[in-house]
């Protein structure tokens, strides 16, 4: 039975997440993969994956999908609360705080130049994580076509992400129909 000291380490896992990752959702992953995976071992990779994929294909933020699940998984409903508010609770707060502060200062040249300077470190940190969870995911050189090809058909070709995620979902429900056929020839 799980006892108010698992609660808490799952909160402050995901408050710690939430109050020191900058750059969003996506910028958290690889530091969520990282505590849930390899530190805590809570889940292995392919759960996290999989998990990544539903938590990526449902509405909402990914970052607190992925706490709903991880924390789900880990302590059931009242898990997933905790996970849930360890990783908005450093968001609303640091947002909190900066409508308070920004009102004062958002005309000053400084800051703008810092938020501009932030930008490039906030892609950086979004795209090197991402090809770590690549080669997670399986993608390689023969198969890198596929997120090149998703990516630039959202960006040039105005294509809807939902589209691409229901056709891709009835291409794996069709690939997985034609190997059970195969399999039973």
């Keep these: 039975m799980p006892n108010i000291r698992n609660y808490g380490e799952l909160f402050l896992v995901f ?21 849930v995976v390899k530190k805590k ?3 292995n990779d392919n759960e996290f994956m999989d998990m990544l994929a539903i938590a990526q294909s449902i509405p909402g933020p990914i970052a607190l999908n992925t706490a709903l699940f991880v924390g789900n998984k880990r302590l059931g409903f009242k898990g997933s609360l905790f996970s849930a508010a360890g990783i908005i ?4 707060i640091i947002i909190l705080l900066i409508a308070i502060l920004f009102s004062q200062f958002s005309d000053n040249p400084i800051v703008e130049r810092i938020f501009k300077g932030i930008r490039p470190a906030v892609v950086a940190l979004i795209a090197a994580p991402l090809l770590g969870l690549g080669r997670s995911a399986g ?3 023969r198969n890198l076509w596929i997120p090149v090809a998703v990516a630039l058909a959202v960006w040039l070709l105005k294509i809807s992400p939902v589209w691409i995620i229901l056709a891709a979902i009835l291409m794996g429900v069709s690939h997985l129909i034609y190997l059970k056929k195969v399999m039973k020839k």
Excluded at 16 to 21: L, P, V
């Design 15 to 35: 408050f710690k997440i939430g109050a020191f990752t900058f750059g969003g959702g996506y910028a958290m992953i690889p530091l969520i993969r990282n505590e």
């Design 41 to 43: 071992r809570w889940l």
């Design 89 to 92: 609770l450093p968001s609303f």
């Design 139 to 141: 993608v390689n050189r």
